[in-house]
């Protein structure tokens, strides 16, 4: 069964930073492109960041590129997203998600989410 | 405001049937396969359609899923009360490199 965990969502401040990770089971990692989904509270799904299964390709939102950087270890089946220079627009659920195949999309399994509040 | 239009809300009585539409652009939707979600109230949204008229393992024919040029559409027969939730088309955006999804149209059935 595929499951996804993410974890390490939590309050912090503007210009703040932080870390989420995605542990994954169920599935052979390193041979699916995963991504990060975002949702703000009361809004739609925003498309944040995906990298390929070996790591080597990442690609970003406009409105993160530069700030957030995604990564995976494949040892350790688990998928990252650093956030720096966080700003109030960047309050959302964050899911993580596999892709079907080899493609950045579509995503057939999801995470519960984790919630990241960017507030003073 | 989202690359892909959808309407903000469909309604339908239980046992009718729904479409939602999804309209884009000859960079995504044109020239891209769609994928279909369903959020349920607090949960993570869900794969319905992906490939523009494919459905996952486990869901039921009741949905499925068209193109044509740069619109998608969404249909749902049957409907049942656990139908009730949030609906998101999602495709590659050619032009901005990125994922892109609509609005969302939530299903009401009445």
């Known amino acids: 069964e595929v499951q996804l965990l993410e974890s390490g969502g939590g309050l912090v401040q503007p210009g703040g930073s932080l870390r989420l990770s995605c542990a994954a089971s169920g599935f052979t990692f390193s041979s699916y492109v995963m991504t990060w989904v975002r949702q703000a509270p009361g809004k739609g799904l925003e498309w944040v960041s995906a990298?390929?299964?070996?790591?080597?390709?990442?690609y970003y939102a406009d409105s993160v590129k530069g700030r957030f950087t995604i990564s995976r270890d494949n040892s350790k089946n688990t998928l990252y997203l650093q956030m720096n220079s966080l700003r109030a627009e960047d309050t959302a659920v964050y899911y993580c998600?596999?892709?079907?195949?080899?493609?950045?999309?579509?995503?057939?399994?999801w995470g519960q989410g984790t919630l990241v509040t960017v507030s003073s | 405001q989202s690359v892909l239009t959808q309407p903000p809300s469909v309604s339908a009585a239980p046992g009718q049937k729904v479409t939602i539409s999804c309209s884009g652009s000859s960079s995504n939707i044109g020239n891209n396969y769609v994928s279909w979600y369903q959020q349920l109230p607090g949960t993570a949204p869900k794969l319905l359609i992906y490939d523009n008229n494919k459905r996952p393992s486990g869901i039921p024919d009741r949905f499925s899923g068209s193109k044509s040029g740069t619109s998608a559409t969404l249909g749902i027969t049957g409907l049942q009360t656990g139908d009730e939730a949030d609906y998101y088309c999602g495709t590659w955006d050619s032009s901005l490199n990125a994922v892109v999804f609509g609005g969302g149209t939530k299903l009401t059935v009445l």
């Open positions: 990298i390929s299964g070996s790591g080597d390709s990442t």
């Open positions: 998600a596999k892709s079907i195949s080899k493609v950045i999309q579509p995503f057939d399994y």
